[in-house]
Structures are given as structure tokens and as C-alpha cells.
């Protein structure tokens, strides 16, 4: 079974530019999640879809971050424009039930200039 | 704000002894516990989740539930050098399905 698939793994960019990952959840898990993690600390939510719909995304900053996950697989934040604080690694997990284990991807390691 | 906190360490213990790992969360309506395990530049992965209150064995993993007092903990016996990592503690919201994630306790096995 492969796990979930999150791309690029690395992007360096200058502040006042956009950005975009991309995630692929297990297939059939219809919970997915974004996350953010700095150093030190543990993930905290963006976003969480069931299915097509944002179910919860009370944390993601919306004056600047935008996801979407259309048909309800496939998933893409989008941070424009990226600010210094940005830097972080951001997380993609997804799980078949709510509440339920959560499978994470390799993370993107992005680095704001 | 529903809180869920840990030492965030580092805990330091010797190959072969036992690892403890405490949790605390603040909200009463939590049903279920999960610990998660993340290496150095790696993404997390689950070791063990709750439901009960009691314990629940795995290998050499043990996780502990305590809802009266809710705290969560989890015991790693016989450690070795491999089980160096930070260990996060994650509880799903009773009402709102909001996961909040802990700090993580770093935790170093001593050879």
C-alpha cells in the first residue's frame, strides 16, 4: 500500500512570494489534514477535510493561505504572499475515519527568505 | 482552550531500562489517545493508541489511561538506542473532532 505522497520536499523561496504543495492521501482514506510544525514543537492543524469539504480550518491563516481539495482526493495549500514566519515544515496526513490512526507524509521542508 | 501538554525533555535512559512518558489533556470529552513516534527529520508515525482506561500492551510499548485524572502515558521496556526520538501525545476533541497534538517529549536512550 503506498503511503501519502507530498511534494516538492524542499522549496526555498524569497518573502512576498507564492507557494504550493501537493498531497496524495492513501487511497480510500477519505480524512485528510494539513499541518504545520516548527522545530521543537508538535503539528498543529490547518486544515481538515472530509472528502471534498473543509471541515475544520479555523486555524489556516486565510488572508494569505488557501487549500483546496477537489474530487476529494488530491490536496493543495497554497501560501501567497509567504512571509518569514512561513518557515516551517507542513505536513499532510490522512486517515480513513475521522478521529481515527493518521498516516503521515514525508512533510515539506519550506524555507522563507 | 483545550490543552494537551508533555515534558518536553530531553529524557535520558539507560539501554535496557524502562522509558516513561507522561501526557496531560484538558478535555474531559476525549475518547481516544494516540502516541506517535517522529525521528529526527521525519514525519510522525503511530505506536499505539487508547480508548480504555487501564493499559494496553504492544511489544514492548505499554500505553496507560487514566480518564478520572486525564493523563495518558506511555511505557517503552528493555529500550534500545533505536528508540531514541521525540514522542508525541495526540487527543482528539470530545465535540468539535479538533486533534491537538503535544509538544513531544524528546527522549534519548544512553548506551
Known amino acids: 500500500e503506498a503511503g501519502v505522497v507530498q511534494s516538492p520536499r524542499y522549496k526555498i523561496i524569497e518573502k512576498k512570494q507564492p507557494v504550493a504543495f501537493w498531497c496524495n492521501p492513501i487511497?480510500?482514506?477519505?480524512?485528510l489534514y494539513w499541518y504545520l510544525q516548527n522545530l521543537g514543537q508538535g503539528p498543529e492543524l490547518l486544515i481538515r477535510?472530509?472528502?471534498?469539504?473543509?471541515?475544520?480550518d479555523s486555524q489556516l491563516p486565510k488572508d494569505r493561505f488557501s487549500a483546496e481539495r477537489l474530487k476529494g482526493v488530491d490536496s493543495t495549500l497554497k501560501i501567497q504572499p509567504a512571509e518569514l514566519g512561513d518557515s516551517a515544515v507542513y505536513l499532510c496526513?490522512?486517515?480513513?475515519?475521522?478521529?481515527?490512526?493518521?498516516?503521515f507524509g514525508p512533510g515539506t521542508r519550506l524555507t522563507v527568505l | 482552550q483545550k490543552e494537551v501538554e508533555q515534558n518536553s525533555g530531553p529524557l535520558s535512559v539507560p539501554e535496557g531500562a524502562i522509558a516513561s512518558l507522561n501526557c496531560t489533556y484538558s478535555?474531559?470529552?476525549?475518547?481516544?489517545f494516540f502516541w506517535y513516534r517522529q525521528y529526527s527529520g521525519k514525519s510522525p508515525e503511530l505506536i499505539m493508541f487508547?480508548?480504555?482506561?487501564g493499559d494496553k500492551e504492544d511489544g514492548r510499548f505499554t500505553a496507560q489511561l487514566n480518564k478520572a485524572s486525564q493523563y495518558v502515558s506511555l511505557l517503552i521496556r528493555d529500550s534500545q538506542p533505536s528508540d531514541s526520538a521525540t514522542y508525541l501525545c495526540a487527543v482528539p476533541g470530545g465535540r468539535d473532532d479538533k486533534i491537538i497534538f503535544g509538544k513531544g517529549t524528546r527522549l534519548h536512550i544512553l548506551p
Open positions: 478535555d474531559r470529552g476525549s475518547q481516544s
Open positions: 487511497s480510500g482514506h477519505n480524512t
Open positions: 477535510y472530509e472528502n471534498e469539504e473543509a471541515v475544520d
Open positions: 487508547i480508548y480504555s482506561n
Open positions: 496526513a490522512s486517515s480513513s475515519r475521522s478521529q481515527g490512526e493518521q498516516f
